[in-house]
């Protein structure tokens, strides 16, 4: 049986026997691993299952006409935005590790499946199957420590940038307004531009839906606890207003829609409704994996996968940067945690088992995940209920725009700012490249401090030298060139202890220019002594068998040595000796 899809400490020592390894994989916290439910399940509580079944009647209603207009960002028809809806709630109800995702289409994967697909729906669902199974093996392979790249501000960052593209993205239904490009700022200037077209029964309606969320939240937030002195009127009255406000997305969805359908049936038209779609759940059956096109021709399944091209690896790792964003964004604000394996593996599997119900490519929403945490979701069971107003989707985004988070990177670590505004600026661009754009910043930023590591020189009549990490082969010509700049060529030259207690690995590209100071530092009759060399970089030192190594437990030790009379003889005779 496979390791489970969970982050574990490294090997004991000592050998475990076949019988206590295939133990340790059949028990029941390995199938606690592979299903999160387990976890949970067991300890749910029937005061969740209001808050989940609220939570998940919400989103719900919101998902329905989200996913079919995002049906038609992708080019295909409307139904398949449902078909690719509903899937993501069953399966990372199983799977799943955050309590408030909620995987469905989105606006990110449909216009990126719209540069692919060219709105064939056969292509659209060949495309969720191979992006799955791509997802699914770098769970299985363990990979999600790549996802551990994505830095805190570059979270906070696509966050911000996320809350204000679709708070805005949202004013355009308000209004009333049709055929506005996605495109952020395209979207910025249409929207202005066509401000004479709004409809007005669409603004009216979706201003008394915003007002009416926001006092129902800031009843919510005011209301406080009933004390043990009131009478059960006033009780009762508590309940009602908490339950009102605990309701409140799912209540102003059904208002509106039943609004909408009166005026409807009295045949005035005022407000801007989905429409009409085909009816019915769709067939479960196997992907296609050819299609033909009208003229007979046969298009194999090779034809198509070279058709997809880059998309194969652009949609799959952008569904898992997506998801995987939105899942650690609100873990941090509701004091949780993930695990990226196993959030790996429940997109995958939600990929290929929605391409049997002919889904398209799917990810984490942001829209309606900060729907769900709003709400109240308890578990991951909300998602079960899964089936929505612009208001509603404005305010559960609102407090994701966090702008004291800019002051506390100014005053903790000013440099944490340039990954945050590359991914906030970018990402009103393309949201895949502000998240990119973030993650190669932050990458840059670490590998400079990995080739820049700290060093901390003092004097005490040689030269002690402090490293703050580990020695690895960017770091090299860095640490040769501080140490020739202070003691080699300086006149005279100096002796240096390098003081290494912080320095828990080396590489070979490290030894070998370790072996280079040593016969530099012979040639000028001066020495370099290594001090608090932990065990695994001593061995590695020694292996190395290097000419002239010398060695102290501490700096004191190290600055006794040099600061001999006779040390300078023991160097010109090639006397010194390894020593501890």
């Known amino acids: 049986m496979m390791e489970p899809l969970v982050d574990r400490p490294g090997p004991q020592i000592g050998r475990s026997s076949l019988g206590e390894r295939l133990a340790s994989c059949c028990s029941y916290r390995t199938l606690q691993a592979w299903l999160p439910i387990l976890t949970w399940l067991p300890k749910y509580r029937l005061s969740w299952l209001q808050m989940d079944l609220i939570a998940g009647l919400t989103v719900g209603l919101t998902t329905v006409p989200q996913a079919l207009a995002y049906a038609e960002v992708a080019g295909l028809p409307v139904q398949y935005g449902l078909y690719s809806a509903f899937m993501g709630g069953f399966i990372y109800t199983v799977l799943g590790t955050s309590k408030d995702v909620t995987l469905g289409p989105t606006a990110i994967m449909s216009l990126l499946c719209a540069s692919y697909v060219g709105g064939d729906p056969v292509r659209a669902v060949l495309l969720s199957l191979l992006c799955g199974t791509i997802q699914t093996a770098m769970a299985l392979l363990r990979l999600g420590f790549l996802l551990d790249f994505i830095s805190f501000p570059v979270i906070k960052g696509f966050t911000c940038a996320a809350a204000v593209t679709i708070g805005f993205g949202q004013v355009k239904n308000v209004l009333g307004l049709k055929d506005i490009p996605h495109e952020f700022f395209l979207q910025v200037y249409y929207t202005f531009y066509r401000i004479p077209e709004t409809r007005i029964g669409d603004v009216v ?179 079960i209920v899964t089936a929505s107003l612009a208001a509603v989707i404005i305010c559960a985004v609102a407090p994701m725009v966090d702008y004291r988070v800019v002051i506390q990177f100014w005053r903790t670590r000013k440099l944490d700012l340039v990954p945050f505004l590359t991914t906030f600026l970018l990402s009103f661009w393309e949201v895949q490249y502000g998240i990119v754009g973030g993650v ?19 004097d005490h009549g040689v030269l002690v030298m402090e490293l ?66 932990q065990y695994s970089v001593l061995e590695v030192l020694l292996a190395a068998d290097l000419p002239g190594l010398r060695h102290t437990a501490s700096v004191e030790a190290a600055l006794t040595i040099l600061l001999e009379p006779t040390y300078t003889e023991e160097l010109e005779e090639g006397e010194i000796t390894s020593q501890k």
């Open 205 to 383: 309606l979706g201003l008394l839906c915003l007002c009416l969320l926001v006092m129902l939240t800031w009843m919510k937030s005011t209301l406080e606890p009933p004390s043990e002195q009131d009478t059960t009127l006033t009780r009762a009255a508590h309940s009602l207003v908490w339950g009102i406000a605990t309701v409140r997305n799912a209540l102003v969805v059904v208002a509106a829609s039943l609004v909408a359908f009166s005026w409807n049936a009295f045949g005035s038209p005022v407000f801007t409704i989905t429409g009409k779609t085909s009816q019915g759940l769709p067939p479960f059956r196997a992907p296609p994996l050819s299609e033909t096109t009208p003229n007979g021709t046969v298009i194999s399944f090779g034809e198509l996968v070279d058709d997809f091209g880059g998309g194969l690896a652009v949609i799959p790792f952008m569904g898992l940067l997506e998801s995987i964003a939105i899942a650690k964004a609100f873990a941090s604000q509701n004091d949780y945690r993930i695990n990226a394996n196993q959030e790996l593996f429940a997109i995958g599997l939600t990929n290929i088992m929605g391409s049997f119900v002919s889904a398209y490519p799917v990810t984490g929403s942001f829209g309606r995940t900060a729907v769900n945490s709003q709400t109240g979701v308890c578990t991951p069971a909300g998602g």
């Open 468 to 533: 703050d990490s580990g020695l690895s082969f960017p770091s090299t010509e860095y640490l040769n060139t501080v140490i020739y700049t202070q003691a080699l060529q300086a006149s005279p030259p100096r002796s240096v202890v390098l003081d290494c207690h912080h320095v828990n690995t080396v590489d070979y590209t490290v030894v070998n220019e370790l072996r280079d100071l040593l016969r530099q530092f012979k040639l000028r009759g001066v020495g370099l002594i290594f001090s608090g060399l």
């Open 440 to 458: 190669v910043v932050s990458g840059v930023m670490l590998l400079y401090n990995v080739a820049r590591p700290s060093i901390k020189v003092s």
